[in-house]
């Protein structure tokens, strides 16, 4: 149990264009869903908070008309990165909290991740 | 909000030996703390997790110990074999929002 999906795994695209990032909880519903960026040899970095039926909360620093995140229903949410850039290269990784566990203990599961490299 | 400090950020050991990965935490309200592994090019996976109600869990050559007075958490494998070999991540929760994450620890087991 306890599934996070991620699509595409790797993407490659050119300046300018946009890419969609799914997230789905595959075996569980998920009110709530994170987005997390993270570069070669460092931590995870929380960029976003996604709950189901409402607007994204973004963390200090994070373009949310650059990055936007879309949570359409308890298992799918969408990490779109708008006019990506070299530097919007990264490894992104989502995670989603289980409505029954996470309400107390704030358990999280992660996708495996997707590799955006911006040419 | 939650801050969490992570060492060592390297640790070498050989194969057969313990390992051991320290952790402390700023929010005294914390009650849950999770241990990823994560691989080359992979997603972190939970490979262990402490609630705040209990001090010490184990599962197999894997345990966690919790010291919730002294705000720290520490990861501990035994009998580490090459395939250990990866980046653990520590994790607290900041009130009800993301997990706050640990710097890294590059375990590296020689066989």
């Known amino acids: 149990g306890a599934v996070v999906s991620q699509h595409p795994s790797r993407v490659i695209c050119k300046s300018g264009t946009s890419v969609k990032i799914e997230c789905r909880s595959l075996d569980f519903q998920a009110t709530t869903m994170f987005w997390y960026r993270q570069f070669p040899k460092k931590s995870l970095m929380l960029m976003a908070t996604s709950n189901e039926g409402s607007k994204a909360t973004y963390e200090q620093g994070v373009e949310k008309d650059k990055f936007l995140i879309n949570h359409a229903s308890l298992t799918l949410s969408t990490l779109t990165v708008t006019s990506a850039h070299p530097e919007d290269s990264s490894f992104y990784i989502c995670?989603?909290?289980?409505?029954?566990?996470?309400?107390?203990?704030?358990?999280?599961?992660f996708g495996p991740g997707t590799r955006l490299t911006v040419l | 909000g939650e801050n969490v400090e992570q060492h060592p950020s390297t640790l070498s050991v050989q194969e057969g030996d313990s390992a051991v990965i320290k952790c402390t935490y700023s929010?005294?309200?914390?009650?849950?703390f999770p241990w990823y592994k994560q691989e080359l090019g992979k997603g972190p996976q939970l490979i262990i997790d402490i609630r705040s109600n209990v001090g010490e869990k184990k599962d197999q050559r894997i345990a966690v110990t919790l010291n919730k007075t002294a705000k720290h958490f520490s990861l501990h494998i035994t009998e580490t074999q090459p395939e250990d070999s990866a980046v653990y991540f520590c994790?607290?929760?900041?009130?009800?929002?993301?997990?706050?994450f640990g710097s890294g620890t590059r375990l590296q087991v020689q066989p």
């Open positions: 995670s989603a909290r289980d409505l029954q566990v996470g309400t107390v203990y704030n358990e999280q599961f």
């Open positions: 929010d005294s309200a914390s009650n849950y």
């Open positions: 994790a607290a929760p900041w009130g009800r929002r993301a997990l706050t």
